[in-house]
């Protein structure tokens, strides 16, 4: 037989719920509280990054505080369950309007909601990646490599240890709470800076490859220190083979795609040529990056490690252009979900200081904010043997911990571990770092423009590549 | 506090870091289900579509022949949950492959990955009639209007009327069954035929235009179909109210949408000028075409109504070029997961005659054939006043159930009023005309061209208006 509910809900059912909710019914509910969710994020996107555009900050920044403004901080548009604690959502009370659904059916509707978007959120940074990936220059990457891993190197070990030193020192704080948050310290969001740079128009810079490099490799290095933190705090023990399989894995995958996708792409160009239907170069593209997507999940990495190197390497083929055009509106029509979801995951109430359970919090928020800072700016002064480069830009590329900061604070408050003033304090620093991060980095390299001699230097190389590639 | 949960399951923690079984947890594993989901989608896509251009089909029917390659009938790869009734999903086996997962965690990540495929399916079919309706023409669909209403109104009764009496008089039905049986026989698929037509290039084709017109208004009178026989399959009474409700709904968001949408055009257009971020034009338009979307569903008829109603008003704009060339990516990546999965959702073990239980269903499903094919190609003889108009090819445009067809089959069974071999009946009809409708309209409109004198006719119309619109 056909399968009849599934197709007349348009799809499936919430987990939890399937005995009691006839899924069938809600379908029609769920497609409407994803458009109403959809409607909401591109507004808020777009008022937000149009206002900060209009005052020369970088859209992306107006896209966070979009988010925050619809989020769980302000009007609890676009809020997400959160395990036990019942959550308001004023996006289900419009749809309950016109919908009339019982609590059940209500909540079963909003999961499957949440459930959705974030999905959405997540293919949308999957493919930013992709299309960063894309305007990158795998040579010049691979040139400024040992910068780059310096780089990052330099940026995870110094935040770490003057991170968890100085909570034992001047706040005495446990040993475990102060090395989870040092761990949350070393985290990069390659995503809010990479789209920072592609909107500065410096991502093909050399200051530009060597901050991707180092936030990919910090992206690494981010999910080793979050296993070795996380097992540490669970069982008090650092579970060593699980480490080395990360690393091994993490090591031949992003080496592997690489060397084995260069192989392949002639293979890849000519099949595309060959075929006759509609989006047929747009379509290969996306089955080359989700496969490497779905690998680089399948081995514990993350999805958007895949969808970079797919990037990188579809980017030296003859379809790059093309492809670049292609992606574009899809980009923007998936990578604003991203942003204003990760600023409606964050509650700012944490930075009110009226609140006197704050100020112990913000106390050392401030501490965490200064290391946060400090310990990422120093690694563009790591950087050797770059003639004139604007090492200050590279440091601050840096900053930003985005969403990879908050898996840190999550995983830290689940296990239960941080206290919640300490948790609190992470968050502050998340929000600090990542929001003052845009308009640093849009003066850092504004600065670098007044010096008419370095663009044209940087951008030449991968300028040359570009010109090469088509 | 931030929103823990959501933002761990949103970006991607290792699993193995926390304790029990949560939604936390499964994060990783949804998105990549969903990832793997969608490789599979776009591979059974291309290369069904690929195959079908070869034979010089149209690619369409390859994206439904793929999907039931992958889905139920075959490979069991695209799968959804169906109630009550086990099902076995080959890709949860290849992702437990790296995952697992315990069984109630596996159950979540299949029905959360469904859930998220039928939405990603269903915003393709948004896109999809968004598209549609850019390609449309609003003057031209105006002054075909008289025509399409004849032509929706004539495909709606024969259908009903020959079916439920020949159910009635030949094989012995009872009253109600046979009346669902002729409401499932009323419906029109605007997708395949749209898509189809699009393929064609004869979209804006004044005989395209009147099917358009005429399949949006078999929606509408679908949706109104479905609520009364479903009431009285119910209650055995139809509510006069809910049916009123639904048809001065209809007909107020229709006229209503296109009036005050061409109104507020202008402003849209000059809002969009003064934006300065990127991809302006397209969000803009997706957040008009999603209120839209999600008016129509709010007030009970679909989603698709909506989008299409906001591609007309915005094909009235001097955004229009632009807009179809950004929307074209988005729908070459949404529009195949609607095709095949509706595809992948139809049983075509319902056609094997070596099976003794399919007979019966068999002998009632080539009489509904017969009635289903008739009963709309004879609309195309009912156009009056339009010379040398392809009467065929209207017709056949009318005949694909596809997914209507089958929202009124599941309807029907769950309410429990069809017999196992009138459901199977039914769907069997719904699988002949939607596969057999693509190359016929292909052949009727092929016909066509040959007789120099009609296309350019038939096209010059709305060409002028495309001409004038730029």
Request: proline fraction near 4%; aromatic fraction near 6%; glycine fraction near 10%.
């Amino acid at each position: 037989m056909i399968d009849i509910t599934g197709m007349l809900s348009g799809i499936g059912s919430n987990t939890f719920l399937l005995a009691e909710v006839n899924e069938a019914e809600l379908g029609p509910f769920i497609l409407a509280s994803v458009l109403l969710s959809l409607i909401i994020i591109y507004l808020a996107a777009k008022i937000g990054g149009e206002l900060c555009a209009r005052v020369n900050l970088p859209s992306v920044l107006g896209e966070l505080v979009g988010g925050v403004i619809v989020g769980v901080s302000a009007l609890n548009l676009i809020v997400f369950p959160e395990g036990a604690e019942p959550i308001h959502s004023v996006l289900m009370d419009v749809v309950q309007l016109t919908a009339n659904l019982d609590a059940d059916a209500l909540l079963a509707v909003f999961n499957s909601q949440s459930e959705v978007i974030s999905i959405l959120a997540e293919i949308g940074v999957v493919i930013l990646l992709f299309e960063i990936g894309l305007e990158s220059d795998l040579k010049e990457l691979i040139r400024v490599g040992p910068q780059a891993a310096v780089v990052a190197i330099v940026g995870v070990v110094v935040p770490f240890v003057a991170g968890t030193a100085g909570l034992i020192a001047f706040f005495n704080v446990a040993t475990i709470p102060a090395v989870f948050a040092g761990a949350a310290l070393t985290a990069t969001s390659i995503g809010i800076t990479a789209k920072v740079l592609a909107e500065l128009q410096t991502l093909s810079s050399r200051e530009g490859q060597i901050i991707i490099g180092a936030a990919v490799l910090d992206d690494v290095l981010g999910i080793i220190v979050l296993a070795v933190v996380a097992s540490l705090a669970k069982t008090g023990e650092i579970e060593i083979t699980n480490v080395i399989f990360l690393i091994i894995g993490a090591a031949v995958f992003l080496v592997g795609s690489i060397l084995i996708g260069r192989l392949l792409s002639p293979l890849f160009v000519s099949l595309v040529d060959n075929m006759q239907t509609r989006g047929q170069v747009l379509i290969s593209s996306l089955i080359f990056a989700f496969v490497l997507s779905y690998i680089a999940a399948a081995i514990q990495l993350e999805a958007i490690l895949g969808a970079f190197a797919a990037g990188l390497i579809l980017a030296e083929t003859t379809k790059r252009k093309e492809l670049e055009e292609q992606i574009s509106p899809i980009a923007d029509m998936l990578v604003p979900v991203f942003f204003v979801t990760v600023g409606a995951h964050t509650d700012i109430s944490v930075l009110n200081p009226l609140n006197p359970a704050n100020r112990e919090g913000l106390i050392i928020a401030s501490f965490l904010v200064v290391v946060a800072i400090i310990g990422k700016v120093i690694t563009g002064f790591t950087v050797f043997g770059q003639e004139g480069i604007n090492r200050l830009a590279i440091g601050v590329g840096m900053i930003p911990r985005g969403e990879v900061g908050l898996v840190f604070a999550g995983v830290g408050a689940a296990s239960g571990v941080l206290s919640e003033s300490l948790d609190a304090a992470i968050i502050v620093m998340v929000i600090f770092t990542t929001f003052v991060a845009p308009p640093l980095l849009r003066i850092v390299f504004n600065q670098d423009d007044d010096d008419p001699g370095l663009p044209t230097d940087a951008d030449s190389p991968s300028e040359m590549a570009e010109a090469t590639a088509e």
